[in-house]
């Protein structure tokens, strides 16, 4: 059995235990929720942008911004809740 450096002989491949790499499984998912929103907001907004320069609208980046936005509420949710059934 390989070591992981956490002194339980490698248990922690999932990602649900309690040693040095689940620890970093959970930072990465605070990570993913700390970013989700505003990449979410940011690709909409270019998107959006480079929309409404190619049909010369002005409205277009505002709606790619809200769709980033609830993309980026969705991904929340789904990181917050996967985070939470694993405990």
Known sequence: ???DGAGN???DAGGGGKGALGELVKA???????IALPA???I???GGSWLDRH???GWIAIVGILIGA????VQIFRTAS???KRG
């Not at 990465?28 to 700390?34: F, R, Y």
């Not at 609830?70 to 509420?73: I, Y």
């Open 1 to 3: 059995m390989a070591d």
């Open 9 to 11: 002989g490698g248990n």
């Open 28 to 34: 990465e998912s605070m990570i993913q929720l700390a």
């Open 40 to 42: 979410g907001c940011l």
């Open 44 to 46: 909409g907004w270019l």
């Open 55 to 57: 049909f010369h609208q």
């Open 70 to 73: 609830a993309a980026g509420f």
């Open 82 to 84: 996967r985070y939470i």
